[in-house]
């Protein structure tokens, strides 16, 4: 995935955190262009994998492939950048599956999964998202750039006390989604 012109605010506020050296345009030919084009895609990373974000799940029904797995009858797609499966649902329910190869195998019929994708631009983050995203950002730039380790400590640290408050925001975001889901349905024939 690219990181074009709409990612440019937050490399600029994580850059702010370590130098005066500012970019004009997210590849302006200079080191810290160099640094952020390589090191954003992790930040990125890093926060979405981490959190859970109910909120901005997406789920679907993935598509078969071709071919079967040692141990199941069917291989299916994992969605496009996709970052975090939150859930999955076999159709018929409850069958095993894992994840092997870069594909969900199972012998299930259809496979529905809700999950995290990797967002395209800053635009509709949540701000504690886009805030987790510049101090992991400043974290990483820090050594390269201000070569100096204190301060890719101090910043890492601040990243992490964020990141134990998103946590627990994402854990009340699940915990909400979950009672809002029925545990009894009509087919089901019990009422837990």
């Known amino acids: 995935m690219e990181y074009g012109k709409e990612w440019l605010n937050i490399a600029n506020a994580a850059l702010s ?6 970019l004009p345009k997210m590849n302006d030919g200079s080191m810290e262009a160099g640094y952020v084009e390589t090191l954003l895609p ?13 909120s901005l799940a997406v789920t679907e029904e993935i598509p078969r492939l071709d071919g079967s797995h040692p ?4 291989r299916y797609a994992l969605p496009d950048n996709s970052v975090k499966i939150l859930r ?3 159709i018929p329910e409850n069958l095993a599956w894992e994840i092997s190869d870069g594909c969900l195998c199972t012998d ?21 998202a886009k ?11 820090a050594s390269p750039i201000a070569h ?3 301060l890719a400590a101090s910043l ?5 006390t964020r990141l134990s408050t998103a946590l627990a925001l994402t854990v009340a975001e699940q915990y909400q989604e979950e009672r809002a889901t029925p545990f009894w349905t009509e087919d089901s024939g019990e009422d837990f």
């Open 148 to 150: 100096d380790m204190n």
């Open 156 to 160: 890492n640290s601040e990243y992490q």
């Open 71 to 74: 141990l199941f009858q069917y």
């Open 131 to 141: 805030t987790l995203i510049i101090y992991r950002l400043a974290s990483l730039l």
């Open 108 to 128: 299930a019929l259809r496979v529905v999964v809700k999950y995290v994708r990797l967002p395209e631009t800053p635009e509709n983050m949540p701000p504690y």
């Open 42 to 54: 992790t930040a990125v990373e890093d926060v979405y994998s981490t959190l859970s974000f109910y």
């Open 88 to 90: 999955v649902t076999t």
């Open 17 to 22: 955190m370590i130098t005066s050296h500012l």
